[in-house]
C-alpha cells in the first residue's frame, strides 16, 4: 500500500521538491530495507532497533517513508486527507499536523 504526501499531495511543490511517498510493507520487507540501507537517518525514525516503527529512505528525489504497522501508515495517511482539505500548506503546518495525530493516536 501507497500514497503521496508532502509538497505534491497538499503543498506547493518546486521544480527542486522531491517526491515523498508513504509505504506500508511487511516487517520482514521492513527489516529487509533497513538492512539495505544502512545510511538510513537514524535520527528521523520513530524509535531504535527492533523497536523502530518507520524507515525514511532518499533515493534522489524519492523520499520513501516506510512503515510496518498499519496505525501508523493509517494515521499518516489520515493527516495527509486532513492537509489536503487545507491545500495548500506549508512544511511547518504539515509536520505539526502529522506529529500531532501520531501522538494523539499514541504511535509517538
Known amino acids: 500500500m501507497s ?3 508532502g509538497s505534491h499531495a497538499y503543498g506547493s ?3 527542486e521538491s522531491d517526491v515523498d511517498l508513504v ?3 511487511s516487517e520482514e520487507d521492513f ?3 533497513a ?3 544502512p545510511q538510513i537517518d537514524r535520527a528521523s525514525s520513530y524509535g531504535e532497533t527492533r523497536t523502530r516503527k518507520s524507515l525514511n529512505i532518499r533515493v534522489d528525489s524519492l523520499n520513501l517513508i516506510v512503515f510496518k504497522d498499519s496505525e501508523s501508515y493509517q494515521a499518516w495517511k489520515d493527516a495527509t486527507e486532513v ?3 487545507q491545500k495548500p500548506v506549508d512544511r511547518a503546518h504539515a509536520v505539526k499536523t502529522i506529529d500531532g495525530l501520531l ?6
Not at 501522538?103 to 509517538?108: D, M, P, Q, T, Y
Open 83 to 85: 492537509l489536503k482539505a
Open 31 to 33: 527489516w529487509t530495507l
Open 35 to 37: 538492512r539495505l540501507y
Open 3 to 5: 500514497f503521496v504526501t
Open 23 to 25: 509505504l506500508q510493507v
Open 13 to 15: 511543490p518546486k521544480p
Open 103 to 108: 501522538k494523539l493516536r499514541g504511535l509517538r
